[in-house]
């Protein structure tokens, strides 16, 4: 890759690509975005003991207040998509932070749960076209070698954002100040709008709206001294295959029968094999395991879950790059699911009523229940959490990438709604044993599904991987 005598010093990776102040400041509105999705996840199993105690809810309704979230998120995804090919990608994350803000400002000023639960269903809906819109940003401004760890970094921030909220949580514990820990949420939305107002447009976008021009100039500012009408002729050939936008039916055509397959998949495994039931549920999980006060609770759950979700992301992050996407999946699905096989026999030692024998501390079947959840949630971070965002990203054309991410991420949405909506219920009809026996068994299928389906797209622009399904036959 040549540069310009002419151009700004900046820092160079191994490959020789500059690093910029402009993708320094693609990443922070990358890490905002996360950042938002993850206090959210992590702050509401703070805020449900004082949100029980003020509004005496069912167990039917702490699911509602729960999931909504995800609900919304669902709604969210979709719109994401079409605000996404339409007003651009930067714009879609200005109204996410905005919405954000709303949200958590609706929900601590509820009067009441129907309040809340609207307040709840806004922030999903700011979270939905994050989720779509963050990821997607990176991927298409990105370069090829920094790519894997841009998405990566999304969700090392959704995990941050996590840890934060249980820091929150266990500094208000002894308040139930619920709504702090709600209204707190909105900083993380704010600051996604601040940043996102001087960032730059996605370059693949511009050109998908004819904007050649104005393409130059953003991928100028990103990458200086690139040969931009070289970059930006492979974005074009790319997009010959129709001047219109695409119809939300295109994505189920047959020549993206297989990207969509593989995307579909991974947003449904990243949640049906456990990660949002123990993240949202977490206290409760280390209530059954002995942990009898809020105060034990929050902080098993904030360096158990919270602490070691960070810290594993980051191996993600270093060898997303280098070692593929693949070998980071199947690795992390024998360490999830084998994790989750010894929490399911870890249960069978603990009593129904362990919220009430716990008194005297901790069993021995809660420390191994603690020590696998550990390795769960590492295992998670550096496979599933990452790595499925970043193939969902890559995988679609630019023709249909945008309603492509959306519809995937709509169906990551679904599918965590459907685990926060009835993990409880479950757990109530077959015990926390076979639930959890029943997580280690999708990763098992997980597993062989990935090993079959899934290619590689290290080090692959965009455009390589587009011609890499027209070569496959679609």
Known sequence: MAYAADAPPNIRTPSGEAFTRWLAVVLTVV????????????????????????????????????????????????????????????????????????????????????????GRFIVGVAVGVAAVAAPLYAAELAPANFRGRFISSYQLAITAGIFLAYLVNAQLSASADWRLMLGAAAIPGLGLFAIALVAPESPRWLMVKNRRGDAATEMNKIQPGVDVDRQLDSIQTALRQGERAAPWGEIFYHEWRRPLVVAVGLAVFQQITGINAIIYYANQIFASAGFATEAARATVTTWAIGGVNVLATLIAIAFIDRIGRRILLLAGLIGMGASLAVVGAAFQFIAPEGEIAAAAGPTTAGIVTVIALVVFITSFAFSLGPVTWTVINEVFPARVRGRGVAFATAVNWGSAYLVSQFFLSLVDAIGSSLTFFLFALFCAVGWAWVYCVVPETKRQSLEQIQHMWAARGG
């Open 31 to 118: 890490i905002f975005a996360g950042g938002l999705f993850g206090y959210d996840q992590g702050v509401i199993s703070g805020a449900l003991p004082g949100l029980k105690a003020d509004f005496s809810l069912s167990l039917l309704m702490v699911q509602v207040v729960t999931s909504w979230v995800t609900l919304g998120a669902l709604a969210g995804s979709l719109a994401g998509g079409v605000l996404g090919d339409w007003i651009g990608r930067k714009r879609t994350l200005l109204f996410a932070g905005a919405l954000f803000a709303l949200g958590a400002a609706v929900q601590w000023l509820a009067p009441g749960v129907a309040v809340l639960v609207a």
